[in-house]
């Protein structure tokens, strides 16, 4: 066996960092790491400085464990919003599209994650056991299930229901249907059976 | 490789699971009567207008059309044959269904057809869809070791093959079923089974899964038989399975009550003799 060709230690060790970001393959690590190398000084010390200012200046808040940089988070100290209804979803992104959507006053809760029996992902790995903690304070009084209408969304939901079901709080989840554009033809059963046991007079 | 070998093929199959890659990419293991366990790729499903998304959800059955790829398979079109909504919508038939799932892609190699373990999926997972009790897991728990060469030994001692008359016996997945006294010893590893769990596996080899739905099992037989045989799964594939911590979990703190009072297994299976 001859010797591999070496890459410097240093590249080495950054293509492998690269590497373990996800969607990114050898190949496309190797391309960013060469990139890098490319670059000016000052762009790259205003990407590791973002990096680093991701890590200290974010964290998660104590209350709806959505990521903020104050705690609690802007949602949660807002005054005017609804204190008596939370909307749980998988991840901060998800706040961000609800928020666009505007049709929300209420708080939040965000799980980072959802049940996944498949590859081993429990109740223990998400947030759940924060909302528990928010519902003893009483003031809560519906929860609005908005995980993904997928496998494990549809389980976590059904998941939190049962948990939080007992302690007489009211939980709801999103309706399900068709999305706007789409063709009946190419729909599947089960959106269409939700769309048409959740019909409305128009 | 025959020169003739077609561009694109159609199967059908049930989809065991999903994993994502990339943007808006997903691989789906699917298992198919006719290819066996196979993982394909699907372009763009996460994207919210794509027309295969629902049709290519775990544990739906479904009728695909896929393109031979490089590495992957490459779907190109899905049509549900059954969604099989009863089981979405109970968190304890998911699981179980899930769990089964899960059974099926550990016990199989890709691409090795398997026509009648895929019989026994789509027979689960249409019990589950109708009014199947959840210890039908347990029947298809013997029925895969069984269709996969792993039949546990319940009628004769595992190690010296001598009959066994109907009493309480060691089970000892690592000698592969009931261990008669005299070789106890030999038998590393196991635990007790009372009489009825013994008549209830036994009833199970003999019997179809729609007969064995008719048990009506209680709580502590339910859970003796849910260790045995967890215990037995996890010595074959070395490993727990995912899935099944997930159960034992859900059916801790969180169970509900039994919908029906047990009735003693023996009133129930005037069949075992």
């Known amino acids: 066996m001859g010797e591999t060709p070496s890459t410097p230690e240093p590249i080495q060790r950054l293509i492998e960092a690269f590497h373990r970001l996800p969607g990114i393959g050898p190949k496309s690590a190797q391309r960013l790491a060469y990139h890098i ?4 000084e000052q762009d790259t010390a205003q990407l590791a400085d973002a990096l680093m200012e991701v890590k200290r200046r974010i964290r998660m808040c104590s209350v709806c464990v959505n990521i903020t940089e104050s705690d609690p988070c802007r949602y949660c100290n807002d005054i005017r919003r609804d204190r008596t209804l939370v909307c749980v979803v998988e991840q901060p992104l998800d706040v961000l599209a609800i928020e666009r959507s505007g049709g929300f006053r209420g708080q939040y809760h965000v799980l980072h994650g959802v049940l996944n029996p498949m590859d081993g992902v429990g109740p223990e790995d998400i ?16 929860i609005i299930m908005a995980t993904n209408p997928s496998l494990e969304g549809e389980a976590t939901a059904m998941y939190i229901q049962r948990l939080v079901g007992p302690a007489g709080v009211k939980v709801t989840r999103l309706a399900r249907g068709l999305p706007s554009g789409a063709d009946l033809e190419y729909t599947d059963d089960v959106t269409l059976a939700r769309a048409l046991e959740g019909r409305r007079e128009i | 490789m025959p020169s003739s070998r077609e561009r694109s093929y159609n199967t059908e ?27 394909g790729v699907a372009r763009g499903v996460r994207k919210p207008k794509s027309r295969m998304r629902g049709h290519l959800e775990p544990l739906t059955r479904s009728q695909l059309h896929l393109a031979h790829g490089r590495n992957l398979d490459i779907f190109t079109q899905a049509e549900t044959i059954a969604a099989y909504i009863n ?40 019990g589950l869809n109708e009014e199947a009790p959840l210890t039908v897991g347990r029947y298809f728990e013997l029925e895969v070791m069984g269709l996969t060469g792993y039949e546990l030994q319940l009628m004769a001692c595992a190690v010296c093959g001598v009959k066994l008359p109907e009493a309480e016996t060691l089970f000892s ?13 030999i038998a590393e590893t196991g635990r007790i089974l009372s009489v009825r769990a013994i008549k209830v596996l036994r ?9 064995f739905a008719g048990l009506r099992l209680d709580g502590d037989l339910e859970d003796e038989l849910r260790r045995a045989l967890g215990d037995a799964v996890k010595n074959v594939l070395d490993r727990e ?4 911590r997930y159960v034992d979990a859900l059916s801790g703190p969180l169970r509900r009550p039994a919908t029906s009072p047990p009735t003693d297994v023996q009133s129930s299976t005037p069949s075992i003799t």
Request: with cysteine; charged share 25%; aromatic share 6%.
């Open chain 1, 37 to 40: 190398l490319g670059t000016s």
């Open chain 2, 87 to 126: 089981v979405r919508d109970d968190l304890d038939r998911l699981t179980l269904a899930l769990y089964c799932a899960e059974l099926i892609d550990r016990f199989t190699l890709d691409r090795a057809p398997q026509p009648q373990l895929y019989g026994l999926l789509v027979e689960l997972l249409e």
């Open chain 1, 127 to 142: 947030h759940v056991r924060e909302l528990v903690v928010r519902l003893q304070a009483g003031e809560i009084q519906e």
């Open chain 2, 13 to 39: 199959g049930v989809v065991l699971r999903r994993r994502n890659l990339g943007e808006a990419d997903s691989i789906f293991t699917v298992f198919s009567p006719t290819v066996g366990k196979f993982d």
């Open chain 2, 241 to 244: 399975t995912n899935s099944g």
């Open chain 2, 203 to 211: 009833f199970a080899r003999s019997s179809s899964m729609g007969q």
């Open chain 2, 173 to 185: 997945p690592s000698a592969g079923g009931l261990v008669c006294d005299g070789c106890r010893g």
